[in-house]
């Protein structure tokens, strides 16, 4: 994929879940793959986002939408359960688009984590 911008490597994290012997079970994240890319400002992501807003001083905001668009990785599927994460930040995957299902490349819409 020849995409403008600068390469960032973002880790693909997937849940898993444990008994946690009283009933209930635990949650925890690891990494399946660091996968290359490019990561844009989410431009005009309104519809991907629906549902995503937070009350900010009053105002209705989506806070960091972004777009990861990377080959599509061999040997793994990426889904909207698995979360990414970079820069001691996760984001949650809200949408992976396959353009066309050509399998040529993925865009990932991502929202920050809460």
Request: glycine share 10%; proline share 4%.
């Amino acid at each position: 994929m020849r995409l403008p911008g600068p390469k960032t490597t973002m880790a693909v994290q997937r849940v898993t879940e444990t008994a946690d012997g009283l009933g209930g079970v635990t949650e925890s994240w690891s990494t399946i793959a660091n996968i290359e890319g490019v990561l844009s400002a989410g431009g005009n992501t309104t519809a991907r986002f629906v549902g995503r807003e937070k009350m900010i001083h009053g105002k209705s905001t989506v806070l960091s939408s972004l777009i990861f668009y990377c080959d599509v990785p061999e040997g793994i599927t990426i889904t909207e359960k698995d979360r990414m994460y970079y820069n001691s930040m996760a984001y949650d995957i809200v949408f992976v688009y396959n353009p066309g299902n050509m399998n040529h490349h993925l865009e990932i819409s991502l929202f920050e984590a809460q």
